[in-house]
């Protein structure tokens, strides 16, 4: 059963025992369920809102690569979150990113540290 710290400058952290079923679950809809107020808008991977970082639970990089689909590289890349020389970097190494769409990142089975932006 994973752990996920839920971390904001401004709020108190939030540490969630994932479920054994969450491996399908994306961490928005775990923060959703916990009353983690991340921000989000379209839940679809297209906005960026949702952008956390992640790392393990200690604060360095996080073991456990993860397939991200084209649209969530774009979105990072568009916001400035991820280069191109990053991604690719990333994808060669099959290396995890530390830059993640909540909306899109499925909750594996790693301890990790999450640090968002909150909602208005
Ligand atoms: Fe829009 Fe995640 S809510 S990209």
């Known amino acids: 059963m ?3 710290i839920f971390q904001h400058p ?5 540490e969630v025992y994932a479920p054994a079923t969450s491996h399908k679950r994306t ?4 923060a959703q369920e916990y009353k983690v107020p991340i921000m989000f808008d ?19 990089p996080t073991h ?3 397939h991200m689909t084209e649209k969530e590289k774009t979105v990072l ?30 909750v594996r089975d ?3 540290r999450i640090t ?3 909602a208005q």
């Not at 401004?10 to 939030?14: G, K, N, R, T």
């Not at 961490?27 to 775990?30: A, W």
Request: charged residues 35%; contains cysteine.
């Open 64 to 66: 456990m690569g993860e």
């Open 10 to 14: 401004d709020f108190d952290e939030f």
């Open 27 to 30: 961490v928005l809809s775990l």
């Open 42 to 60: 379209c839940q679809d991977g297209e906005c960026g809102s949702c952008v956390v970082h992640v790392t393990d639970i200690d604060g360095g």
């Open 110 to 112: 790693e301890d990790i």
């Open 77 to 106: 890349r568009e916001i400035g979150k991820i280069s191109k020389d990053e991604l690719e970097k990333i994808v060669v190494n099959d290396m995890a990113s530390e830059w993640r769409l909540a909306c899109q990142m499925i």
């Open 116 to 118: 968002y932006e909150a």
């Open 2 to 4: 994973p752990k996920i």
